[in-house]
């Protein structure tokens, strides 16, 4: 059983459409991590969320976090090519050891221009 | 300040062959980790170092593999013998003391054949 789920699994957009992607469990954490994946390198952190219902923009990209830290969003306005990508959330969950995390599949994105 | 640097970036062996990993973190990060990412998947856990100890490898396969950290600095990752579902990428990654974010390196693609 994943113990973060994420969808969708993948998404092909337009330049300057709008999109969201989820990242869900059953679980509660005491923080979650968004990175983004380029090709041929390693993970790259974008931001990190301790507080439940905080919101968090970055440029275009909106992260929310739930209320219950079980759950999150990423929200990009205006997709650009550049935002093409793997997705990742990532969880530190209570008890467990100190900054190891817990990866989910990833958002595999692609936006063409 | 330079990144996680790791080598080989590519490396294609037999199964059964033997084959390792280096990776240099950036100076200070106490925190060492090394991840295994399957296609398709995020990254996975396989062990977490502090300084030159081993804090958490639940999630190493130790018939097979080993790993260490001496003098806390430099960390080498092996695979002895390989066999073909360890084809994948593996990735480095550090942290400084108190901090959460986790700085990654490119990863060392590995094709078993």
């Known amino acids: 059983t994943q113990l973060l789920e994420q969808s969708p699994q993948f998404l092909s957009i337009q330049e300057g459409e709008n999109l969201t992607v989820y990242c869900n469990s059953s679980?509660?954490?005491?923080?979650l991590q968004w990175y983004r994946q380029e090709p041929g390198e390693g993970p790259v952190l974008l931001v990190t969320?301790?507080?439940?219902?905080e919101v968090k923009k970055l440029k275009r990209l909106t992260f929310q976090f739930g209320d219950a830290r079980k759950d999150s969003s990423l929200h990009i306005t205006a997709a650009q090519p550049g935002d093409t990508g793997l997705y990742l959330c990532?969880?530190?969950?209570?008890?467990?050891?100190?900054?190891?995390?817990?990866f989910g599949k990833g958002t595999k994105l692609s936006v063409k221009p | 300040e330079a990144g996680v640097a790791q080598s080989p970036r590519y490396k294609i062996i037999e199964k059964r062959q033997s084959v390792a990993f280096w990776c240099n973190p950036i100076?200070?990060?106490?925190?060492l980790y090394w991840y295994q990412q399957i296609l398709g998947q995020g990254p996975k856990l396989l062990i977490q170092?502090?300084?030159?100890?081993?804090?958490?490898d639940s999630q190493l396969p130790k018939d097979r593999f080993s790993a260490e950290r001496l003098k806390g600095v430099d960390s080498t990752l092996k695979i002895q013998p390989a066999k073909l579902e360890d084809s994948a990428v593996y990735l480095c990654?550090?942290?400084?003391?108190?901090?959460?974010?986790?700085?990654f390196g490119p990863g060392t693609r590995l094709t078993v054949t």
């Open positions: 990654a550090t942290r400084g003391t108190g901090a959460y974010e986790q700085y």
């Open positions: 679980s509660v954490f005491s923080s």
């Open positions: 969320v301790v507080t439940g219902g």
């Open positions: 990532a969880v530190r969950p209570y008890g467990g050891s100190q900054g190891n995390l817990i």
């Open positions: 100076s200070g990060h106490a925190t």
């Open positions: 170092f502090q300084n030159n100890g081993v804090v958490d």
